[in-house]
């Protein structure tokens, strides 16, 4: 009887109900193993719980990766696509809208820009206000990282329709953005203090992502890719209907950088 106990208790762990007790009214080896089963059981649940904050703090993909024994200080040459995403005229909205307000507002927009990022295989990497900076390629190697970040943007372009029209609907303002894509080579790893590191990656193709997102205020556009993000996307399969935009002044850059976009 008690073994079928704890038999049918590890059925249920494995389903992942860490809440599952076996009883077992002995005072003998097997009390004992009921005991360190119930015991494993809440060691389990709070492992869990911690590894799906950890997952919620720094996105599943970079969870798992750091998981995975890739802790120490340093990174890897890595070939990505960069994406930021700025809220235009966010100064200007937050003036005019409680604190609470504000941050309930952001966090439905979040919300549906991660779900947008993700569905094509990228992860955020960080918030910085009320900009996103997204890497499509790392942790996970990607051949197409390029046009997945294209997509995401598109995506993301449809999904502010739709939180427009809910806004509307809650009498709260509509936002726009700029989303300013950039591919090459980055260093992607574990950048800081032994005792408090995070996953990012740096190097002249990040800064000149965050460059590119911010002339979309200077040629009115909500979105602008480099020549090497269209490059790459011509390579892919050559379907996407882009238009060249500049050879646009990048700062800290002494080359020009043309920039493409679509018609919208």
Same mark, same amino acid.
């Given at each position: 009887?008690?073994?079928?106990?704890?038999?049918?208790?590890?059925?249920?762990?494995?389903?992942?109900?860490?809440?599952?007790?076996?009883?077992?009214?002995?005072?003998?080896?097997?009390?004992?193993?009921?005991?360190?089963?119930?015991?494993?059981?809440?060691?389990?649940?709070?492992?869990?719980?911690?590894?799906? =904050?950890?997952?919620?703090?720094?996105? *599943?993909?970079?969870?798992?990766? @750091? %998981? /995975? #024994?890739?802790?120490?200080?340093?990174?890897?040459?890595?070939?990505?696509?960069?994406?930021?995403?700025?809220?235009?005229?966010?100064? =200007?909205?937050?003036?005019?809208?409680? *604190?609470?307000?504000?941050?309930? @507002? %952001? /966090? #439905?927009?979040?919300?549906?820009?991660?779900?947008?990022?993700?569905?094509?295989?990228?992860?955020?990497?960080?918030?910085?206000?009320?900009?996103?900076?997204?890497?499509?390629?790392?942790?996970?190697?990607?051949?197409?990282?390029?046009?997945?970040?294209?997509?995401?943007?598109?995506?993301?372009?449809?999904?502010?329709?739709?939180?427009?029209?809910?806004?509307?609907?809650?009498?709260?303002?509509?936002?726009?953005?700029?989303?300013?894509?950039?591919?090459?080579?980055?260093?992607?790893?574990?950048?800081?203090?032994?005792?408090?590191?995070?996953?990012?990656?740096?190097?002249?193709?990040?800064?000149?992502?965050?460059?590119?997102?911010?002339?979309?205020?200077?040629?009115?556009?909500?979105?602008?890719?480099?020549?090497?993000?269209?490059?790459?996307?011509?390579?892919?399969?050559?379907?996407?209907?882009?238009?060249?935009?500049?050879?646009?002044?990048?700062?800290?850059?002494?080359?020009?950088?043309?920039?493409?976009?679509?018609?919208?």
């Amino acid at each position: 009887g008690p073994l079928i106990k704890l038999k049918n208790s590890a059925n249920e762990i494995s389903k992942g109900n860490y809440d599952c007790k076996t009883v077992i009214c002995s005072n003998d080896e097997m009390g004992v193993l009921g005991d360190s089963f119930n015991a494993m059981s809440r060691s389990l649940k709070e492992k869990e719980f911690m590894r799906d =904050t950890f997952g919620k703090i720094v996105t *599943p993909q970079i969870r798992d990766y @750091l %998981l /995975n #024994k890739n802790l120490a200080l340093g990174g890897e040459s890595l070939d990505v696509t960069v994406m930021f995403c700025d809220i235009r005229g966010f100064t =200007t909205l937050s003036e005019n809208m409680k *604190p609470e307000a504000i941050v309930s @507002l %952001l /966090n #439905k927009y979040f919300t549906g820009l991660e779900k947008c990022i993700a569905r094509h295989g990228g992860v955020i990497n960080k918030y910085i206000g009320d900009a996103v900076m997204a890497l499509f390629g790392a942790p996970i190697q990607s051949a197409t990282h390029a046009a997945d970040a294209y997509a995401a943007a598109l995506d993301m372009r449809d999904e502010l329709a739709k939180m427009n029209s809910d806004f509307a609907a809650q009498g709260l303002p509509e936002l726009r953005f700029g989303i300013g894509l950039h591919s090459g080579p980055v260093l992607a790893g574990n950048i800081g203090a032994a005792n408090r590191m995070e996953y990012t990656v740096i190097g002249d193709t990040v800064n000149t992502a965050s460059r590119i997102e911010g002339l979309c205020k200077t040629y009115k556009k909500d979105l602008l890719l480099s020549e090497n993000t269209y490059q790459r996307l011509k390579e892919a399969d050559g379907k996407h209907k882009l238009s060249f935009v500049d050879d646009a002044e990048i700062r800290g850059r002494r080359e020009k950088v043309k920039l493409f976009s679509d018609d919208m």
